[in-house]
């Protein structure tokens, strides 16, 4: 069984970085073409992709969140993290990690976890 679990700060002040990481069991983040996702939903808003980190280590970033994004990596623990700098109050929402692969699409989420920014 393929769990994912995140963990984070729950409140960050803005300008700081957030910094979250998810846990992996029942799977390894370097499994052949498998990818390890964040997802956030703001409140009363739709999912918003904000990256990915392949089984090979390379990453994609959705270009919306610009150069404030990185997601990387710690093979040996089996988690993938995010750390998203300069926050504002935009960034407030439920952050997910998820896993997708080609033919199946997004198949095991983590729970997700309540990110606030605010002073």
């Known amino acids: 069984q393929v769990q994912l679990q995140e963990s984070g700060p729950g409140l960050v002040k803005p300008s700081q970085t957030l910094s979250l990481t998810c846990a992996v069991s029942g799977a390894h983040t370097t499994t052949i073409y498998y990818t390890w996702n964040w997802i956030r939903q703001p409140p009363g808003k739709g999912l918003e992709w904000v990256g990915v980190?392949?089984?090979?280590?390379?990453?994609k970033y959705n270009p919306s969140l610009g150069s404030r994004t990185s997601i990387s990596r710690d093979t040996p623990k089996n988690q993938f993290s995010l750390q998203l700098s300069s926050v504002t109050p935009e960034d407030t929402a439920v952050y997910f990690c998820a896993r997708s692969s080609y033919r199946m699409g997004y198949d095991y989420w983590g729970q997700g976890t309540q990110i606030t920014v605010s002073s």
């Open positions: 980190i392949n089984y090979d280590g390379t990453t």
